[in-house]
């Protein structure tokens, strides 16, 4: 379930696609609330950056929603790359990832990202 989690590359079967979202969101959530809150701290030590209407701690959480966005994306678009997958259905599914992500973060983002594992290498399939 576990195995080959960091090879994006690899040709994942329904219970190891699980284990790489259950890994991916717990690692997405930790490395944006990590950073976001680094971003909070950084910002409540220099009060006079402009910030607007939001304090540093909501400019915070605004960063680490913004880091899951982007991360979502450039995984979900290296997955297609070293697959060599590109077409109009992956593509899709890479906005579709990005568009979770906007609106229900990590735990939206990375499902599309887990299907996009299962898909096959075509850069070692024979073409006739």
């Known amino acids: 379930m576990f195995s080959s989690l960091f090879d994006l590359g690899f040709q994942r079967n329904a219970n190891q696609a699980a284990g790489f979202y259950?890994?991916?969101?717990?690692?997405?959530?930790?490395?944006?609330?990590?950073l976001g809150g680094i971003y909070g701290m950084i910002l409540s030590a220099n009060?006079?950056?402009?910030?607007?209407?939001?304090?540093?701690?909501?400019?915070?959480?605004?960063?680490g929603a913004t880091l899951a966005i982007i991360f979502c994306f450039v995984l979900s678009s290296v997955i297609v790359a070293k697959k060599k997958q590109l077409?109009?259905?992956?593509?899709?599914?890479?906005l579709a990832s990005t568009g979770m992500a906007v609106l229900l973060g990590a735990l939206g983002g990375v499902g599309p990202i887990a299907?996009?594992?299962?898909?096959?290498d075509r850069s070692h399939q024979r073409s006739h």
Do not use: F
Request: net charge negative.
């Open 22 to 34: 259950i890994v991916y969101v717990v690692l997405l959530a930790l490395a944006c609330g990590v």
């Open 47 to 63: 009060p006079s950056l402009p910030l607007g209407d939001l304090s540093p701690s909501e400019a915070g959480l605004r960063t």
């Open 115 to 120: 299907y996009l594992t299962m898909l096959s």
């Open 87 to 94: 077409s109009v259905t992956t593509m899709l599914i890479v």
